[in-house]
């Protein structure tokens, strides 16, 4: 079969003009980056009073490392719904250079599925990843620089700062670091160390803002560490956010592009899924809504990560409604995978091990009936699945009586959509929807937490040591009790452990430490070894990327 590569050579790509007059925009509303890329002035647009288009929000099942094509499926439903004479659009989120050196590899969709230009959106695109990471530095560099004037005295404990460093690539040596050795001229010397820029609480306030104003108030709000008196220091305090506006500025604005089929896309902002709440910036959603009439947007990981933090924090912004219909993707290889099978056995066919792993599904299933949204669970299709194992999927999805549609996006494009764009449309034209938060905001943080983890995990108890919980009550007690908590585990496991597969049940939560996002606004919980800093792995995918002599980009998948 062909690659991406070889595929997408295949299309001809539009002009980027000819792609934004499908959504009604002006050629003078663009700011070009070449001819197949462009950034929307997005204040031409705020504030209209229009009707607005349905929100499609796409999740999955927990991810393997068989992976699950939740990108592809987003692409290939839009351009689905463009076939069917809709006017749609897609809202995706920016790849970010570590995984896509790292791990993962590129983020924009495969197969037949794709969108375009995709070697420039998987490296550097319109520079949005690279202001973000200036402006989370500007603000560490003037702590570090407020330290060497002020000394012990000042405003800041040189003990008591949380805000690190960032860049855009995987680099575990730089988890931790000593900064200001080597004599008075070179700063107070201290601990500290790097995240990865999608992990940054700047990468979750520019998703977040509702425009420039809202952008500026909430980096002012960013929480950076403690004053010799103990009390809580904010950015505003070092008067930073006016600069690191300025170094946003441009960034705020949503990026356009287009899918192999010629349907729109929007792709603005990329947070982590675990750290941060793992979705596009609400800009480029609400923009879509308003100049389409269906928006298809992804959110990362399975429904226990992205979903319920894009219900629970993004739709509690007020800047964008609940989705009107939810897609949940799976895949067979996926469910043998949740069903004790090895992974490199996930192709032969296993209707016991298929069986077995679909509780994993059951619990994602009950996820989206708890927040009370129409879905219909997308059997993304590999060449390897049989007509046995379909069947079997489809009737087990029948026995819970939920809506179930076979994709096959990635080897068909938007034809291979169209079963499960009809079935979208039904679900939210016949479905009940009636849409809930998981808890209040006026309960307590710990409420929160339990929350999530029992209704949403499975857990049967939380745990955590009693300075972690000192550390969520002092949080409360500065004012901060009635924010959302947006939990960070691992993605692979309905629970906090990589190695519990499938359902795990009667098992305790452990919250191993808490920090706050003021500016951001919610609460970051860890449970279990997150790293936010990857490493790169054994053999990463950096080592398969290179250049011809023409200057093509190759190995980028």
Not at 31 to 43: D, Q
Not at 154 to 174: E, N, P, Q
């Amino acid at each position: 079969m062909l690659d991406d590569m070889e595929i997408a050579k295949k299309f001809k790509m539009r002009p980027i003009e000819e792609i934004a007059e499908k959504l009604g925009i002006k050629a003078r509303d663009l700011e070009k980056y070449g001819k197949y890329k462009a950034k929307i002035s997005s204040e031409r647009f705020v504030g209209r009073e229009k009707k607005r288009g349905k929100l499609i929000m796409v999740t999955a099942m927990s991810p393997t490392p068989a992976g699950e094509g939740k990108t592809t499926t987003s692409i290939g439903l839009a351009d689905a719904l463009s076939l069917l004479g809709k006017k749609a659009a897609a809202a995706l989120r920016e790849p970010s250079l570590g995984p896509v050196f790292g791990m993962k590899g590129g983020a924009t969709g495969g197969g037949f599925a794709q969108v375009m230009p995709r070697d420039e959106i998987n490296l550097h695109f319109t520079g949005d990843i690279h202001a973000v990471t200036a402006a989370h530095n500007l603000l560490a560099a003037m702590v570090d620089n407020r330290l060497h004037f002020d000394g012990a005295s000042g405003l800041l404990d040189c003990r008591r700062i949380s805000w690190k460093r960032v860049m855009d690539m995987d680099d575990r040596v730089l988890r931790e670091v000593v900064v200001g050795i080597g004599g008075p001229l070179r700063g107070i010397a201290r601990e500290t160390g790097f995240d990865i820029t999608a992990a940054s609480e700047v990468m979750a306030i520019l998703c977040l803002a509702d425009d420039l104003k809202d952008l500026k108030d909430k980096l002012g709000n960013i929480f950076i560490g403690y004053s010799p008196e103990k009390k809580p220091v904010f950015a505003r305090g070092l008067k930073a956010e006016g600069s690191m506006t300025a170094l946003l500025s441009e960034a705020l604005k949503p990026n356009l592009v287009q899918t192999l089929e010629g349907t729109p896309v929007l792709i603005h902002g990329g947070p982590f899924a675990n750290i941060a709440h793992g979705t596009n910036s609400v800009i480029s959603t609400r923009m879509a809504l308003y100049l389409t009439d269906f928006v298809v947007t992804e959110a990362g990981f399975g429904s226990d990560l992205g979903a319920e933090k894009f219900f629970d924090i993004v739709v509690r912004t007020g800047h964008i409604p609940p989705p009107d219909a939810c897609v949940l993707v799976a895949t067979i290889r996926a469910l043998k995978f949740h069903g004790g099978v090895k992974l490199d056995e996930v192709n032969q066919e296993n209707i016991e091990a298929l069986e077995k792993g679909f509780e994993n599904l059951q619990k994602h299933i009950e996820n989206l009936r708890t927040f009370g949204v129409p879905f219909v669970i997308a059997l993304n299709k590999f060449h390897v699945d049989t007509e046995a194992e379909i069947e079997k999927i489809k009737d087990l999805c029948r026995r819970e009586r939920v809506r179930i549609a076979l994709s096959e996006v990635f080897g068909k494009g938007g034809k291979g959509g169209l079963e499960l764009a009809k079935e979208v449309l039904k679900a939210m034209e016949e479905d009940e929807s009636n849409f809930q938060f998981l808890y209040p905001l006026e309960i307590p943080i710990l409420d929160k937490i339990e929350a999530v983890a029992k209704k949403i995990y499975g857990a049967s108890s939380v745990a955590m040591e009693g300075k972690i919980r000192r550390r969520i009550l002092r949080i409360e007690r500065e004012g901060f009790g009635n924010l959302p908590v947006c939990i960070a585990k691992t993605q692979y496991s309905l629970s906090a452990d990589n190695e519990a597969l499938g359902r795990p049940r009667d098992f305790t939560l452990i919250v191993t430490d808490a920090s706050l996002s003021s500016g951001a606004g919610f609460v970051v919980v860890y449970c279990g070894d997150i790293m936010t800093m990857p490493g790169l792995p054994k053999l990463p995918s950096a080592e398969k990327v290179d250049v011809t002599d023409e200057g093509e980009i190759t190995g980028l998948s």
